[in-house]
């Protein structure tokens, strides 16, 4: 059976940023550098520049200055790949950005990036020559030598890369016990240079000790045959809080960079001072109001029971915003808060205002910011909904204001 509309409105469930992405990519190039006309009413992103410098500044003083590769992939999480991409650029704490999509390495390049790149996501030969020509790493985790031979004799210069080792988490990687031997094969090779050997730690407490003992063991084992392994990372920003001990050589933080607690928990732990680098906002397009038994929103999702004020919002799920927002989330407007009612539709969302029109078409609304109580942990909390969700399917398409 078919799902009904008030099923799919109410659903978790989001496909935004895979279909911006899918309709970005068969979009004509002179379109896509076209500027699109947006009205002044339409939802839009702002950037903080200053509260990305802060959390790159107390990351690298938790982490004891160790160099720090800031991993910005699904489109900077949401911020905007190019956007943060260039204020990182200007950081002497980061060493280098990683990414997972080859596209989004590009854009870095194009954007006039110039800190060493690391494409974390697959790629074939023909994609493999082009990033290595522009100076993009790749992570590499199956035979690949003789393919790197090649690229390398073309270029005249040896290859830099990444090995990722699967230490436990099942997920990608050469399996720890035959990394060794794929190791001892790339770094034989002049036309390699092997710049760290990383994994992804699988945040279950008693295996991620264990995947720290198997990368530490193979490093060990590796450089005491005289092969250079390079630098050794393996935390995460959860890794930030819970484990001290993989800080290694270099740490590899996303979410935290972007100023946004990935656990409850971590807010607490007065580890890590962080400020929200980005917020959602938009205008009110309507103010209206309602008398007992009116209704709002699909299959009367929200009735009235006494006379009413709402506003609406031109800002809906196709925008990121989720449709788990009507089941408790707050709007800020005029420095007031106010609740998200009836359900989230692709386009638009209402609030309940109370006794009195407390704004006016024009007024901003702020969905999210670094504001306590409207922070994006604080938005996901309230509809129990996911932070990652909140900024990582915000639709790339809308514009970005850098601040």
């Known amino acids: 059976m078919s799902p009904s509309r008030r099923t799919f409105l109410t659903s978790g469930t989001t496909l935004v940023a895979a279909a911006a992405t899918a309709s970005l990519a068969s979009t004509p190039a002179a379109a896509q550098d076209a500027t699109p006309a947006h009205s002044s009413f339409d939802p839009w992103v702002e950037v903080y520049v200053d509260h990305l410098r802060h959390n790159v500044r107390i990351i690298q003083q938790h982490v004891a200055s160790r160099p720090i590769l800031a991993v910005i992939k699904n489109n900077g999480y949401g911020l905007g790949v190019a956007n943060v ?67 390398a004799t073309r270029l005249q210069r040896a290859v830099p890369l990444h090995v990722c080792i699967d230490t436990g988490m099942g997920r990608v990687g050469v399996p720890y016990g035959n990394a060794p031997a794929l190791i001892r094969d790339l770094a034989r090779r002049s036309s390699i240079a092997i710049k760290g050997v990383m994994t992804t730690l699988s945040e279950d407490p008693d295996l991620d000790i264990e995947q720290l003992r198997r990368l530490l063991r193979l490093a060990d084992d590796l450089k005491q045959a005289g092969v250079d392994v390079g630098l050794r990372h393996a935390a995460s920003s959860f890794g930030l809080f819970q484990h001290r001990d993989a800080f290694l050589d270099m740490v590899r933080p996303g979410m935290a ?69 009507a089941k408790g989330a707050k709007v800020t407007i005029n420095g007031a808060m106010y609740p998200v009612i009836a359900s989230i539709s692709a386009s638009h969302t209402i609030v309940e205002l109370g006794d009195e029109p407390r704004c006016a078409i024009g007024d901003v609304a702020t969905m999210f910011d670094w504001e306590e109580g409207s922070r994006p942990e604080d938005v996901a909390a309230a509809c129990e909904g996911s932070v990652y969700d909140l900024t990582m399917h915000l639709n790339p398409l809308m514009p970005r204001k850098v601040i």
Request: glycine share 8%; hydrophobic share 45%; proline share 7%.
């Open 85 to 151: 991409g260039r204020v990182f650029d200007d950081e002497a704490a980061i060493t280098g950005l990683a990414v997972v999509k080859l596209h989004e390495a590009h854009q870095l390049r194009d954007a006039g990036v110039r800190k060493p790149i690391l494409l974390m996501g697959p790629f074939d030969e023909h994609n493999l020559a082009d990033a290595v020509a522009r100076d993009i790493m790749p992570m590499v985790y199956t035979p690949v030598g003789d393919v790197l031979d090649g690229i």
């Open 257 to 325: 960079l972007f100023g946004i607690y990935s656990e409850p928990q971590f807010r607490t732990m007065d580890l890590l001072e962080l400020r929200p680098a980005v917020s959602l906002k938009a205008r009110v397009a309507y103010v209206k109001q309602l008398q007992p038994g009116d209704s709002a929103g699909y299959n009367r999702a929200y009735v009235a029971t006494r006379p009413v004020w709402l506003a609406t919002l031109p800002v809906g799920h196709a925008d990121g915003w989720p449709r788990q927002a």
